[in-house]
């Protein structure tokens, strides 16, 4: 008896650890077809110059995603982004870029082109720039993108909401020891943290929203130029995503 009951609790461990793993693998943004992604990114630029606070500088930017029908391996998407507006300069929004490509069912984004240029760019630089605009929307995505950083993002809550199983609730941190190391001594001095929260649409297969807090905390020596003080920068990223069918 205690042999069954030891094979049951080994079966039901193992069930239990392969339907979490299968949880935390759905969690990875992905495009569905004939969709309207419409994305507002939203940041904050604060902090203490070792003896006031420093003015607040929020900005915006909206992305426009739209995706066509699924064609054989994949579909078709166009990307288009627009200029940063900040409130204080009072200046214009305005189309910055527009990407066409293709998102494939394997993880690539294949056929990328800026057509928003007077002159067409070198495929490998347009991926580059797509990657860099993609990164911050997609988050932790099924697709492969040009990264500049070796952050790890690590989830510290993964919940489905109750009576919405659908949304699914996370808290994560960012770990930068790969990216601070391979920058070498010169970040010794400042210590960051990255940590947030974010929403995820199990149907939707997208994030819905994001937050993230960053904070560097920089210590300066006493020299010739002035005393030690502590510097201490923020950046405060809330990007929100909706989603239409076409």
Not at 32 to 58: A, C, M, N, W
């Amino acid at each position: 008896m205690k042999r069954s009951s030891a094979f049951f609790a080994t079966v039901f461990t193992l069930l239990f650890c392969v339907g979490t793993l299968a949880q935390a693998q759905e969690i990875q943004s992905r495009f569905l077809p004939d969709r309207e992604y419409s994305v507002t990114i939203k940041k904050t630029l604060s902090g203490h110059d070792g003896f006031q606070e420093v003015i607040p500088v929020t900005s915006t930017r909206r992305i426009t995603i739209v995706t066509g029908p699924h064609s054989g391996s994949g579909m078709h998407v166009t990307l288009t982004a627009y200029t940063s507006v900040q409130a204080t300069r009072n200046n214009a929004e305005d189309v910055q870029w527009v990407f066409d490509f293709e998102a494939m069912d394997d993880g690539t984004l294949a056929d990328v082109e800026i057509v928003s240029g007077a002159e067409p760019m070198a495929p490998e630089l347009a991926f580059a720039m797509l990657s860099r605009t993609l990164q911050p929307v997609l988050f932790e995505t099924a697709y492969t993108l040009e990264r500049r950083d070796k952050d790890v993002v690590k989830f510290v809550k993964n919940a489905p909401r109750d009576g919405a199983e659908d949304f699914i609730d996370i808290e994560y941190t960012v770990d930068k020891s790969a990216s601070e190391k391979e920058e070498g001594e010169s970040r010794e001095p400042m210590a960051t943290e990255d940590s947030g929260t974010a929403t995820f649409h199990a149907g939707d297969q997208f994030f819905l929203e994001r937050v993230l807090n960053e904070v560097n905390r920089i210590y300066v020596a006493e020299d010739a130029l002035g005393e030690e003080k502590n510097v201490i920068m923020r950046k405060d990223l809330r990007i929100t995503a909706t989603i239409t069918e076409r």
